[in-house]
T-cell receptor, first 114, second 114 residues
Framework: DAGVIQSPRHEVTEMGQEVTLRCKPI?????LFWYRQTMMRGLELLIY????????DSGMPEDRFSAKMPNASFSTLKIQPSEPRDSAVYFC????????????FGEGSRLTVL | KQEVTQIPAALSVPEGENLVLNCSFT??????LQWFRQDPGKGLTSLLL???SQREQTSGRLNASLDKSSGRSTLYIAASQPGDSATYLC?????????????WGLGTSLAVNP
């Protein structure tokens, strides 16, 4: 399996622009997680899905952030409008229900908002 | 509220040395604990997962122990190599039903010098 695939790997945008990050989980995994990583706060869980249904979005910073999972093989994280404080590395991870905690991470999308 | 702390934040050792990384958590009621490795610019890779009923897990030169009563886990790396240089993070899943929200430490940045 190719693992969790994220795109783009790097994104540089200007404040106010819309940003869309994409994720393809490992085939057969029924959990999908979006994380944000910064030096100051470390890894923060933004939202996670089970069988394409959002289970917990309490980590989403504010209404500017939204996430969707239209099918088992694709998810998006959207920021609109983006702000400089959104600059971070965004990770997608997936896992199997029976292996609680055993996450498989993508290589991340590094976002820079100018 | 569960909190995870990793000490030290950074560690530099000569090649060949045995070393221990520490992880502590404030609430002993955990479902499991997991150690991850993160290389610069990359995603996280799961190293070892310890269920709450287990005391330790081993993989090659790595050994992770868990002492729930004291709220501590250690990751022991034997005969360290320059290729072990990375950031090591620990995370716990709180013992709360179907909760899949890992609580993360900030990591220990390890440098193994040839």
């Amino acid at each position: 399996d190719a693992g969790v695939i994220q795109s783009p790997r790097h994104e540089v945008t200007e404040m106010g622009q819309e940003v869309t990050l994409r994720c393809k989980p490992i085939s057969g995994h029924d959990y999908l997680f979006w994380y944000r990583q910064t030096m100051m706060r470390g890894l923060e869980l933004l939202i996670y899905f089970n069988n394409n249904v959002p289970i917990d979005d309490s980590g989403m910073p504010e209404d500017r952030f939204s996430a969707k999972m239209p099918n088992a093989s694709f998810s998006t994280l959207k920021i609109q409008p983006s702000e400089p404080r959104d600059s971070a590395v965004y990770f997608c991870a997936s896992s199997l229900a029976r292996l609680a905690g055993e996450l498989f991470f993508g290589e991340g999308s590094r976002l820079t908002v100018l | 509220k569960q909190e995870v702390t990793q000490i030290p934040a950074a560690l530099s050792v000569p090649e060949g040395e045995n070393l221990v990384l520490n992880c502590s958590f404030t609430d002993s009621a955990i479902y499991n604990l997991q150690w991850f490795r993160q290389d610069p610019g990359k995603g996280l890779t799961s190293l070892l997962l310890i269920q709450s009923s287990q005391r330790e897990q081993t993989s090659g030169r790595l050994n992770a122990s868990l002492d729930k009563s004291s709220g501590r886990s250690t990751l022991y790396i034997a005969a360290s190599q320059p290729g072990d240089s990375a950031t090591y993070l620990c995370a716990v899943i709180p013992n709360a039903g179907n909760n899949r929200k890992l609580i993360w430490g900030l990591g220990t940045s390890l440098a193994v010098n040839p």
